[in-house]
């Protein structure tokens, strides 16, 4: 069976708990969570040496880090991946677009007023960045006002990337309903096979830690 490790916080982690779901792999995950400084934790390292998560090992021994990469892999034979070569590389522009411009933003602002040890200290940074993630979510909003999916006519791992941060958005700040086209398109999302919630768990079974490296 498959190993995720990783903490239910993480939207990265989400990304890869949804496709897995999708496609049908049973796994089991280990939560490895970064406020509690575990993606540093020498033992974590040995495992995925670039000290985060997601991580996916595989029984054979093989480990699949980065979570685009998890998506790609796993998106392989199915609908989630496209067949024809230009589509693939509208799906990579947008998971492209998800790591430099829409999850530095989202992503970063989400964590410093929710789970960084003081918030307060935090708030212009907060701030600073609030422009550049509404653009990100302005760029979403132009291109699903007038399409159900970003890519491909149907539902794809570019769909899945962009997905939970752009969920939470509402919870850093952003009314949703100010984009109505985002908010369709997280229903549709939302409606596929084997959706699982944003911070719910799809593992069939869920190790601490310490179960998993100190037993």
């Given amino acids: 069976m498959l190993t995720l490790f990783g903490n239910l916080d993480s939207g990265n982690v989400h990304k890869v708990q949804t496709v897995l779901c999708r496609v049908g792999e049973s796994y089991r995950r280990v939560d490895v ?5 575990e993606p540093r934790n020498r ?8 000290g985060k998560v997601p991580a996916v090992l595989r029984d054979d021994g093989l480990v699949i880090t980065e979570s685009g990469a998890i998506l790609y892999y796993f998106a392989q034979g199915t609908a989630l991946w496209p067949e024809d070569l230009d589509e693939r590389t509208e799906v990579l522009r947008w998971m492209f677009f998800e790591q430099y ?10 964590y410093l007023r929710h789970f960084a040890d003081d918030p307060q200290r935090h ?11 509404r653009h990100a979510l302005e760029v ?3 291109r699903l006002a007038g399409s159900d999916w970003l890519v491909a006519g149907r539902c794809t791992i570019a769909d899945y990337a962009l997905y939970p941060y752009t969920r939470s ?3 850093i700040g952003f009314d949703i309903a100010q984009f109505p086209g985002i908010e ?3 229903a549709r ?11 719910s768990d799809g593992a069939v079974e869920t190790l601490t830690f310490s179960d998993y490296f100190e037993s």
């Fill in 33 to 37: 969570a970064q406020t509690r400084g």
């Fill in 43 to 50: 033992n974590y390292l040995a495992v995925n040496p670039m």
């Fill in 101 to 110: 411009s829409h999850e530095p933003t989202l992503a970063v602002m989400r």
């Fill in 123 to 133: 708030t212009d940074t907060v701030a600073a960045l609030e422009p550049a993630a």
């Fill in 140 to 142: 979403m909003e132009s």
């Fill in 169 to 171: 958005a509402d919870s």
């Fill in 184 to 186: 369709s398109w997280l």
């Fill in 189 to 199: 999302v939302e409606s596929q096979p084997g959706f699982i919630p944003f911070g």
